[in-house]
């Protein structure tokens, strides 16, 4: 089958697509990238997506628009992209849309989460079939509907004699930990580690009186320094020390802890740039962290995927905080780092397609594995 996969991670930075031929059952699946495009969100529809976030300003009749505009945009991003590998879009079977997350909460007797992006636009734009909210059926099974991409880390990436750990850092960070098949002693898992570019993006924004969505280049970061005693301050947060099954979101990292961030660093006379350099550091210390605490041991190999990966500073900092540990980005197994989150929306949209399961409990902690997902045909 050829299957596209769409995401829209929680920067709101825009829609990833890409194009996979799959072909086979994991553990033997066949996979081949064809291609992969980024669209930005327009200025307004991010705006929109932002304001949506806001409990104060996300108003029901502005949700239900927002739904049929994300929808609107991951088709013309699923038409762009299958154009561009030169198809037409009945050489394609299937669609995979994560959806942009709304509102997650993980755990407790509210235990819910909303992505939108109307499958059924997706589907009138492209003539295909869609699968569409995936996290839902792993919630209702008492997971935490994330991390899902473990499930795909697992099928494509495992090594036959080395550890990996597979981290993504997009808005959040997450990491699959995935022992070398030889191993038979451990099994895979995953969890968030905590905030990946989200606070970055938001100090740099502040930094920048909102002329800037994110630290170029790391430019901003490498030109600080960072505030120790803050930096230790954010590390107390008690996310990092509870132990995994554990996912988390904006709303933990996002703009309230970063006006409050804001807010103690100027107030101690901390530089702007400084601001930016410590989130970056947390970033990375968190990351570190979480691989000393909670993985059985260090990975061989860390492989970092997401749009953290084009932020030089941030990974100079990671590779630093993980001596002896080989740091490479995904390109070098044959995933573009910003392509790997699409691909794996259209790996999971061909598991529920051929009836598998596709969550992986030991990373939700749900109940049992379950198909994931609901169809559009
Ligand atoms: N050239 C760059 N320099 C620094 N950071 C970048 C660059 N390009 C992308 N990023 C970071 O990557 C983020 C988007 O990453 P992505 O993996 O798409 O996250 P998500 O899955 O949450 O959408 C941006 O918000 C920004 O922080
Ligand atoms: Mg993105």
Redesign the pocket.
């Known amino acids: 089958m050829i299957v596209v996969g769409l995401?829209?991670?929680?920067?709101?930075?825009?829609t990833?697509a890409a194009v996979v031929r799959l072909d086979g059952a994991p553990p033997a699946l066949d996979w081949q990238v064809l291609g992969h495009t980024?669209i930005d969100h327009p200025a307004g529809l991010r705006e929109e997506i932002f304001a949506c976030f806001r409990p104060a300003t996300g108003s029901v009749d502005r949700l239900c628009r927002l739904n049929f505009a994300l929808g609107r945009a991951f088709g013309a991003a699923a038409l762009a992209a299958i154009a561009e590998v030169g198809l037409e879009p009945r050489d394609v079977d299937l669609i995979g849309s994560h959806g942009q997350t709304l509102w997650h909460i993980p755990f407790g007797r509210d235990a819910s989460t909303l992505q939108l992006g109307e499958p059924a636009v997706i589907a009138e734009m492209t003539g295909l079939p869609v699968v569409a909210n995936f996290r839902t059926r792993d919630l209702a099974a008492g997971g935490q509907g994330a991390p899902l991409v473990a499930y795909v880390d697992r099928v494509l990436l495992t090594h036959p004699t080395r550890t990996r750990a597979a981290q993504?850092?997009?808005?959040?960070a997450n990491v699959t930990y995935l022992p070398a098949l030889a191993r038979a002693d451990q099994v895979p898992f995953a969890f968030d580690t905590g905030p990946?570019?989200?606070l970055?993006?938001d100090a740099a924004r502040r930094a920048s009186g909102g002329a800037v969505?994110?630290?170029?280049?790391?430019a901003l970061a490498a030109a600080g320094r960072v505030n120790e005693c803050l930096l230790d301050e954010l590390l107390a947060d008690a996310y990092f020390a509870q132990s995994p099954p554990k996912t988390t979101g904006r709303e933990r990292f996002g703009e309230q802890l970063g006006a409050e961030i804001w807010r103690r660093a100027l107030a101690s006379g901390t530089g702007v740039r400084d601001v930016v350099a410590t989130v970056t550091a947390l970033t990375a210390e968190s990351i570190a962290r979480a691989y000393r605490d909670f993985l059985p041991e260090m990975p061989d190999q860390v492989v970092v995927?997401?749009?953290?990966t084009?932020?030089p500073t941030?990974m100079a900092m990671l590779r630093a905080r993980l001596p002896g540990v080989d740091v490479v980005t995904s390109d070098l197994v044959g995933l573009d780092p910003?392509a790997k989150?699409a691909v794996a929306f259209a790996v999971l949209a061909y598991e529920t397609w051929h009836r598998r399961p596709a969550n992986m409990p030991a990373a939700t902690g749900a109940d049992h594995p379950v198909i994931l997902g609901s169809i559009t045909p």
């Open positions: 995401m829209s991670g929680t920067s709101a930075d825009g990833d980024h993504n850092i997009g808005g959040i990946g570019n989200m970055i993006d969505q994110f630290d170029r280049d790391g995927s997401g749009g953290g084009r932020n941030l910003e989150e």
